[in-house]
């Protein structure tokens, strides 16, 4: 278990429930999720009483998840899944076709692959999301640069990339080379888990295949109108040979957020905006505004701004400073056990259990 990421953090949370055993969802298919513990893969459901207690979609387990288990047997029907463990990160979408729902799409990760291919699917402003999304999610995020046979002008899409991948390291992949997918591997370590995210059909299976060192997964083509195809259609954990975890997942070409890391996604924009006359500055029409001298120096694009306007807008962020945009995150964060002070009692209490007081 532990080259499936197992550490002594979830260790020592599994102590709290006996009689269960500790599993990793490694996929889901509806309401069944197939469950890998120290004796094998299972077919598991969650509990009757978990059904009753869940309150949103994102409660519910995902792949990813460490959960708590009734049985590792393969005789008795299927597993009954009765917790999750607290999860270290998660990348977070705001599910399809709900206004206040959220939807993991990887649970306790640790660096997030972010691929876009270098065809006509390449778009900083979807980027700037997928960063914002990926640095919240409490993992690393790397970018992963796909089908660089495909682009005549390399240098030139990287520079693009410089401008609002700050501090994010940003590696440049093709399938028509046996070596193309190298640079990759130096992210691959035993124990640590890795989420291919991106649009569909920039090619996140053909770089698994590689890594795993066999085609594995399914790969299509890209069409004529140079738009990826569809080819992964649910989250799927898979342990590499050589040490490490992958989860591949469906494609996303329009990404819906529910929070955002605004100050690490946006990092140069708050830099100037601590020069502004006033601590409220919008950066519209107000005097001595840093941001807007930024922009008119040229040391700024109109479009990185206007994008910062607009995701601070979808996340209800709107005329919010860096420092209180914080506050409403951790407010929403612990909003369902009475805010941050019960928060503080339930971590004391769970750590007294674990000290046997």
């Given at each position: 278990?532990?080259n ?36 094998g ?7 009757g009483?978990?059904?009753?207690a ?13 959960v708590?288990l009734d ?7 299927n ?11 998660a ?6 076709g ?18 876009m291919?270098?065809n ?10 997928y ?31 410089d ?35 991106g ?16 085609g594995?997964?399914e790969?299509?083509?890209i ?23 992958i ?5 996303m ?10 100050i ?14 006033f601590?409220?500055?919008?950066h519209t ?14 040391l ?7 994008s ?9 962020y709107e005329?919010?400073s860096?420092?209180?945009i ?24 769970k750590?007294?259990?674990?000290q046997?007081?």
């Open positions: 278990m532990k499936l990421g197992l550490s002594q953090r979830f260790i020592m949370e599994s102590t709290l429930y006996t009689g269960l055993y500790i599993g990793r969802v490694i996929s889901q298919y509806k309401d069944l999720y197939k469950v890998a513990t120290e004796n893969e299972l077919t598991a459901e969650i509990s009483k978990f059904r009753f869940v309150k949103t979609l994102a409660n519910y387990p995902a792949v990813g998840d460490f708590m049985q590792i047997g393969h005789d008795s029907g597993a009954i899944i009765h917790h999750v463990l607290t999860r270290k990160s990348f977070i979408r705001k599910a399809a709900t206004s206040n729902n959220e939807q993991i799409v990887a649970a306790n990760i640790d660096i997030v692959f972010i691929c291919s270098l006509d699917d390449f778009n900083v402003r979807r980027l700037e999301r960063l914002g999304v990926a640095w919240d999610s409490g993992a690393i995020p790397v970018i992963v640069l796909t089908k660089a046979d495909l682009c005549e002008n390399i240098s030139a899409r990287l520079s693009e990339i401008a609002v991948a700050i501090g994010v390291d940003v590696l440049v992949t093709s399938s028509m080379s046996g070596d193309g997918f190298l640079s990759v591997r130096n992210y691959i370590e035993n124990g640590k888990t890795i989420a291919c995210i649009s569909s059909g920039v090619g996140k299976s053909t770089l698994i295949n590689r890594l795993i060192g066999e594995v997964l790969t299509q083509a069409r004529n109108d140079d738009k990826g195809r569809h080819t992964t259609t649910r989250r799927e954990l898979i342990a590499l040979p050589n040490g490490g975890i989860i591949d997942t469906p494609g070409r329009e990404l819906g957020i529910e929070s955002i890391d605004l690490k996604t946006f990092s140069d924009i708050d830099t100037f905006a601590a020069e502004c006359k601590h409220d500055c919008t029409k107000e005097p001595n505004c840093a941001v807007q001298k930024a922009i008119n120096d040229g700024l694009s109109e479009e990185r701004f206007a910062y306007v607009k995701l601070k807008k979808e996340v209800k005329g919010l860096a420092k209180q914080e506050t409403e995150k951790f407010t929403a964060m612990f909003a369902e056990v009475g805010g941050m002070k019960n928060a503080r009692k339930m971590i004391k209490t750590h007294k259990k674990r046997g007081f």
